[in-house]
């Protein structure tokens, strides 16, 4: 029996299915056709939008999950992600219809701040960091580090982003940000703030 779709705390659309037991944060907003699941864990000034799953997951503080996304069991997403429209969660490596890997699950982490761009795919067991910036449509098949920048298939780093978002300008061993003028270091193939 779904609980239901109004409360003092949060707003969900009459549409929305919120299956008891699921734990929402103030402020969050739910949109038309979501489905919350019963061991859900979503924190305050979340948004999900049109047609999201959320299973057995773990889900921050201000977490924008855009159209069409299903946040699968063994999924965290820290404060402040962004999850674009149509992205991609996974969490079974080799999955067939005949074979129940319920026990096989493999987590994912999604690190506060991070960005991952529409119609992106993340395969399971794999750690995005803090800051980074997934592009859209990216296949990401290893962990991401702090503050970069993968695109394509398999998703590669092509550069660093500040936490604001904007491409970092690299010189040596330091970046800049033309848009907020943070500064970053960068050594071993990390990308720390000055």
Known sequence: MAAPQTSLSYFAHETAIIDRGAKIGPGTRIWHWVHIGPTAEIGANCSLGQNVYVGHAKIGNNVKIQNNVSVFDAVVLEDDVFCGPSMVFTNVINPRSHIVRKH????????????????????????????????AGAVVTRDVPDYALVVGNPARRMGWTCRCGV?????NARACCRACDSNYEIADGCCRPL
Request: proline share 3%; hydrophobic share 45%; net charge positive.
């Open 104 to 135: 096989e699950y493999k987590p994912t982490l999604v690190k506060r701040g991070a960005t991952i761009g529409a119609n992106a795919v993340l395969v399971c067991g794999i750690e995005v960091g803090s800051y980074a910036m997934i592009g």
């Open 167 to 171: 491409r970092l300008a690299v010189s």
